[in-house]
């Protein structure tokens, strides 16, 4: 099993700044693709970046240029830098994982509890 713990979200005003970060333990031989998404009141939850374990990456076209996600391979970690936010940015964000993992090998994706980021106009 894999556990995720996310920290970071909160309340800004427009134009602030905020960093989610989302831990990965247990029984883990390798982490995959890494990856944020996020879920406002009423719609579906939608891919906001990923990075894979060489580092690629990709965005949702609403967060390129002021999001950057990043990964620290040796804590498991997974970073969202969010700067110049908006009000729209308002939703319950969610990690995922994944990873495989021991005991026997096991290929499977795994999502954080989420962390809400609430952006004030």
């Known amino acids: 099993q894999v556990q995720l713990v996310e920290s970071g979200g909160g309340l800004v005003q427009a134009g602030g700044s905020l960093r989610l970060s989302c831990a990965a333990s247990?029984?883990?031989?390798?982490?995959?693709?890494m990856g944020w998404y996020r879920q406002a009141p009423g719609k579906q939850r939608e891919l906001v970046a990923r990075?894979?374990?060489?580092?690629?990456?990709n965005y949702a076209d609403s967060v390129k240029g002021r999001f950057t996600i990043s990964r620290d391979n040796a804590k498991n970690t997974v970073y969202l830098q969010m700067n110049s936010l908006k009000p729209e940015d308002t939703a319950v964000y969610y990690c995922?994982?994944?990873?495989?993992?021991?005991?026997?090998?096991?290929?499977?994706?795994?999502w954080g509890q989420g962390t809400q980021v609430t952006v004030s106009s």
């Open positions: 995922n994982v994944q990873a495989l993992t021991v005991g026997p090998p096991k290929r499977d994706g795994y």
């Open positions: 247990g029984s883990i031989f390798s982490i995959n693709a």
């Open positions: 990075i894979t374990t060489g580092g690629a990456t």
